[in-house]
């Protein structure tokens, strides 16, 4: 079984300024790791995922996310953030193998200007 | 346009009066789930199916029935809502590359926000 736990429920920032939104997870097989976002009465929108390979993954619009196995963590990066990026993070784990998807509780970004 | 479809998008209901929930998707995905946000919990799975006919139990079953009977739609019906049953509902599809598990984007409905009363 897996576990996702998102560390922080609220992360004010000022626009332009560097922004990292924390994720860990427990496993005992592989995984595939996401990060989906959701704007305001929207739907989740995938930003980002990873399934192998290279740790570091990133978005078109500039997000970034390591893959640290040791610490299993995924946190999720933004070295600018910009006044359209508030909205509700969530990561995501599902197992190799397996067919279920855990969900975090979820990161709200607020940025300020 | 690829899309996921859930009607209807806001319910009211009374406490025991049966409802479905309708999901639709015209991307020709195998895998499909329903899941239910609450504040502070997140997204939790309720059922997911790898194909027609092929459904399982997510984390949280219990009140809940699916159905997939065609690969496009996959309903979601609560025999006898509860009070409890209040949520936002997002339905979702991906592909499922044969053994790979659900590695592929999920793509998400709109949703549809139930309240019991």
């Known amino acids: 079984a897996q576990s996702v736990t998102q560390l922080d429920s609220q992360v004010p920032v000022f626009e332009e300024a560097p922004v990292e939104l924390r994720c860990n997870y427990s496993s005992s097989v592989s995984v595939y790791l996401f990060w989906y976002v959701q704007y305001p009465n929207q739907g989740l929108q995938l930003l980002l995922k990873?399934?192998?390979?290279?740790?570091l993954v990133e978005s078109i619009n500039g997000f970034e996310a390591e893959f640290n196995k040791s610490q299993t963590s995924f946190h999720l990066r933004k070295p600018s953030v910009h006044i359209s990026d508030t909205a509700e993070y969530f990561c995501?784990?599902?197992?190799?193998?397996?067919?279920?998807?855990?969900f975090g509780a979820g990161t709200r970004l607020f940025v300020k200007a | 346009e690829a899309q996921v479809t859930q009607n209807p998008r806001y319910l009211i209901t009374v406490t025991g009066k049966k409802l479905t929930v309708t999901c639709s998707q015209n991307?020709?995905?195998?895998?499909m789930s329903w899941y239910r946000q609450d504040p502070g919990l997140g997204l939790r799975q309720i059922y997911y199916?790898?194909?027609?006919?092929?459904?399982d139990k997510g984390d949280v079953p219990e009140g809940y029935k699916v159905s997939r009977k065609e690969k496009r739609n996959f309903p979601l019906i609560l025999e006898s809502p509860s009070p409890n049953q209040t949520s936002l509902y997002f339905c979702a599809s991906s592909l499922l590359p044969s053994g790979t598990g659900p590695r592929e984007t999920q793509y998400f409905g709109p949703g549809t926000r139930l309240l019991v009363l």
């Open positions: 199916s790898m194909n027609v006919e092929v459904t």
């Open positions: 995501a784990v599902s197992g190799v193998g397996g067919f279920k998807t855990i």
């Open positions: 990873y399934l192998s390979g290279s740790t």
């Open positions: 991307m020709n995905h195998e895998y």
